[in-house]
């Protein structure tokens, strides 16, 4: 796999998790990369999206405020600090790219990987 997230799991509401995805073998400083999640029965939602120097961040709505995406392009890492989770933040959250390079962000994406699972409950 190109890409692989972490740091998921079990977490209160109100609480706070980072996710992580790195990607060893790819191309990582000449992509945009967003992150993307799927709830339980539901489509998959863009959540956020980073341009390829990190200079420009964008977030879907109800996120705002409350998760933050940075990337470190020396380790090739993505990551989404989430923090005042609530119990409809619980999803996969996947890393994904691609195919457009510097600021594609907004998908469909090309390059996608396994995921990693959020639950956010008391």
């Known amino acids: 796999a190109q890409l692989m997230e972490s740091g998921g799991g079990l977490v209160q509401p109100g609480g706070s998790l980072r996710l992580s995805c790195t990607a060893p073998?790819?191309?990582?400083?000449?992509?945009?990369m967003s992150w993307v999640r799927q709830a339980p029965g539901k489509g998959v939602e863009w959540v956020s999206g980073i341009y390829s120097d990190g200079s420009n961040k964008y977030y879907e709505d109800s996120v705002k405020g409350r998760f933050t995406i940075s990337r470190d392009n020396a380790k090739n890492t993505l990551y989404l600090h989430m923090n005042s989770l609530k119990p409809e933040d619980t999803a996969v959250y996947y890393c994904?790219?691609?195919?457009?390079?510097?600021?594609?962000?907004?998908?469909?994406?090309?390059?996608w990987g396994q995921g990693t699972r959020v639950t956010v409950s008391s």
């Open positions: 994904a790219a691609g195919p457009g390079g510097v600021g594609y962000v907004g998908g469909p994406f090309g390059y």
């Open positions: 073998r790819f191309a990582f400083s000449s992509f945009g």
